[in-house]
């Protein structure tokens, strides 16, 4: 059976093609003034300029973290460069019409029409195409309800009061290396605001796409749902596919106000590179969200593509009753090496969370889930429960387990499942016993697996996750 | 429909079948017995080609067909059907949507429009009903967490699910009480027509009570031994092994 899962390397990359379109693209490096052109480009004010510059100040004392159970090569930061955007884009077009079709079909090669008319129903896109947002659709419908929803870039110049207030208000610029270069360089992102009371309409979602070469992408996301308002948000990605490195730095940040909740999905394909480990993306995100009293955030993330992914969706459960959800499924095949999980810091009365961690590993892959749960002294009643599971395809990959777990409050319960798994032979047997070929057979196991993170992820999207699996384990088994 | 020539095959480089030649027509019942070890669960994992289990030499045509040229899955299209000893569980993936995949690949193979939802979920009520599974059997997991007498019913309800030409039950009487064995041989005898043929592997004769069948042979050390009709399984119950000589005497009958 090993034979027939190290074709599990061979599978293609559907997403990995590129676009001719001619760019603006800065020249590699990074130093202060690589930042002022960045602010000069999106037209900035002075106090947005000035917050980059101490991010970047922060940054360049800080060292890259290597705990990580990920090995890469160091990442040369004056080899990126920090800005790439479609010439066309410079004119600001005000409608889709103006926008250049080579960037529109792009999307549609993607699956993804820009189109409202063609548009799943009830979806409003916010399309990231290197380092700017290309269009965000629905936004008249949105406006009617009082939901913002538009580039952040746009964001700072429409509502500054907001950015002001909110950006870094979850993650500080100085919160970690990647997170500190992400608030020097970041270019685009999605802003959502939610008015008080408000249901959000639409599920809102944004589509990042890496198209230029030597180009990270480095996006900032800022969510706010104000009291009682409630908002569902998915992400995607992709990127063509290349033998350089990409580096892709994000940082999200959620505020849940009292009684709000925000429901977070992922479903993350950057280019996973070649089955020697050649290429792909670095995946080196922060994501972080804050609950104040009886609010909910639910993370939820599929990730089956990058090179290497250093991720730890975030939940500071500060107000009484707030309750913290991570459901994750993290494929990674080839030479991908994944470590990622989530952390639960439990600071009000009675706060819960919900950690259902699914891994699977196949080829020479390594995936680590490492997670935090931690109770503060104030967390009286607080639980919370992890499940934390493994599936080998194979017998070359690797899964493992770092769970740290940190109780200051004698009432806090803290309750931890691990397992780990193969793809038996005799599973396989079965379902090829039954007239099913090997490939089926897998992506159905692995599927199987994976329900209960599935059954988690909005209706459009549960389906799209289940097929993506399906093209990453195409050829897992011969 | 059957036909195997001098099979020989291994598990692991040990010679497990050696030299075995039995010809099963359509409709017929084969009942093989044998003491512990003479390779009778072997003979249904290399006639299903499970890898690992390797055939040096010998014959077998499954419809005129080279059946060992064939992969797993497509000897199971071709109509062969093995009910397992110990099915093993498939968590999270439910029963129904197994086994809709797993027959809409047979309807495939013979040409046919695939079933939908609806067309299979009534198709595998009827199924459930015959083999007495309640119906959230068909939503639970694939044998999770069923009992040793439920993943049998669950074999059996996937045979009549699947119509295949040549069923090889492996001691599906293994572990059963009286009334558990009742139903599968209900659901076996219900499958029985002019076309469909049975290989029925047993260490007992009990199941054969239920199951009568056509042919009954004794498996030794990797060949057939001896071949009669239903008499002999009452023969074998009566006497055990001894008539293979002294080395299967203690064998259990």
């Not at chain 1, 590993?361 to 499940?387: C, W």
């Not at chain 1, 909005?458 to 093209?471: H, Q, S, T």
């Not at chain 2, 692991?12 to 669960?41: C, F, Q, R």
Request: with cysteine.
């Amino acid at each position: 059976m090993s034979e027939q899962i190290d074709q599990a390397l061979s599978r293609k990359y559907d997403a990995g093609f590129y676009s001719e379109i001619e760019s603006e693209t800065f020249e590699n490096g990074l130093d202060e003034s690589v930042i002022r052109r960045i602010s000069e480009m999106k037209g900035e004010p002075e106090w947005m300029l000035e917050w980059r510059l101490k991010a970047y100040n922060a940054w360049l004392q800080m060292e890259e973290p290597e705990w990580a159970h990920v090995e890469y090569p160091k990442v040369d930061f004056q080899a990126i460069s920090y800005y790439s955007a479609p010439k066309s884009m410079k004119d600001k077009p005000k409608s889709l019409d103006e926008v250049d079709p080579e960037l529109l079909r792009t999307y549609e090669k993607l699956g993804i029409p820009l189109h409202e008319q063609e548009m799943l129903a009830g979806v409003a896109v916010d399309a990231v195409f290197d380092s700017v947002s290309v269009v965000t659709t629905f936004r008249e419908k949105l406006e009617e309800a009082g939901v913002i929803f538009c580039p952040i870039s746009e964001a700072v110049h429409k509502y500054p009061e907001l950015i002001k207030k909110y950006l870094g208000s979850v993650v500080p610029r100085t919160d970690n290396f990647y997170a500190a270069l992400n608030g020097a360089v970041f270019t685009d992102g999605s802003f959502v605001f939610i008015p008080k009371g408000v249901r959000c309409p639409m599920e809102l979602s944004t589509y990042f796409r890496i198209n230029e070469q030597n180009t990270g992408q480095f996006e900032r996301t800022l969510i706010v749902a104000e009291e009682g308002s409630y908002v569902s948000y998915l992400e995607g990605c992709t990127a063509p596919q290349r033998d350089e490195n990409q580096l892709h730095a994000a940082v999200v940040e959620l505020v849940a106000m009292d009684d709000a909740q925000i429901k977070y999905s992922t479903v993350q394909n950057w280019y996973p590179g070649d089955e020697d480990g050649k290429g792909g993306i670095y995946n080196f995100v922060t994501k972080r969200g804050i609950c104040h009293t009886n609010a909910k955030i639910s993370w939820t993330q599929v990730e089956t593509g990058s090179s290497v992914t250093w991720k730890y969706p975030s939940c500071v459960l500060k107000g009484d009753n707030s309750v913290g959800e991570f459901y994750s499924v993290a494929l990674t095949r080839g030479r991908q090496q994944a470590d990622t999980g989530t952390k639960m810091i439990h600071l009000g009365k009675n706060t819960r969370s919900t950690i259902i961690s699914k891994g699977i590993s196949a080829g020479k892959s390594n995936n680590a889930y490492r997670g935090l749960v931690q109770m503060g002294p104030r967390a009286d009643g607080a639980r919370n429960f992890t499940e934390c599971d493994s599936l080998l395809i194979g017998d070359q990959c690797g899964a493992h387990t770092f769970p740290y777990i940190e109780s200051r409050n004698p009432t806090a319960i803290v309750e931890h499942e691990a397992t780990t798994s193969k793809v038996s032979d005799e599973q396989l047997f079965l379902c090829q016993q039954r007239g099913l070929d090997a490939e089926k057979a897998v992506s159905m196991i692995v599927n199987g697996f994976c329900k209960e993170v599935f059954k988690e992820l909005p209706m459009e999207f549960a389906v799209e996750a289940g097929k993506l699996l399906e093209i990453s384990l195409e050829g897992s088994v011969g | 429909m059957l036909k195997i020539s001098n099979l020989h095959a291994s598990v692991e480089e040990k010679t497990i079948i050696k030299g075995l030649d039995l010809e099963i027509g359509p409709g017929e019942v084969h009942a093989i017995m044998g003491p512990n070890g003479a390779g009778k669960s072997t003979l249904g994992y290399v006639l299903s080609g499970r890898d690992g289990y390797e055939v040096s030499d010998g014959t077998v045509e499954l419809n005129g067909k080279d059946l060992l040229d064939l992969d797993v899955e497509e000897r199971a299209r071709e109509g062969l059907f093995l009910a397992f000893q110990y099915p093993v569980e498939i968590p999270g993936v439910s029963n129904m949507e197994f086994m809709k995949e797993s027959v809409n690949a047979m309807r495939e193979q013979r040409g046919e429009e695939p079933l939908t939802a609806a067309e299979f979920l009534k198709k595998a009520k009827e199924a459930c009903k015959q083999v007495q599974l309640p119906l959230d059997f068909l939503k639970r997991g694939v044998n999770e967490g069923f009992s040793g007498g439920e993943k049998k019913r669950n074999e059996i309800m996937q045979m009549i699910l699947l119509e295949p030409s040549l069923c090889i039950l492996d001691e599906s009487d293994s572990g059963l009480d009286v009334d558990a064995l009742q139903v599968v041989a209900d659901g076996v005898n219900s499958q029985r027509n002019d076309k469909r043929s049975f290989i029925v592997v047993t260490h007992y004769q009990r199941l054969l009570d239920y199951i009568k069948p056509d042919f009954v042979h004794i498996l030794a050390d990797g060949k057939i031994v001896k071949s009669g009709d239903a008499s002999l399984a009452l023969e074998v119950e009566k006497n055990g092994y001894a008539f293979l000589g002294k080395k299967y005497e203690e064998s259990e009958a």
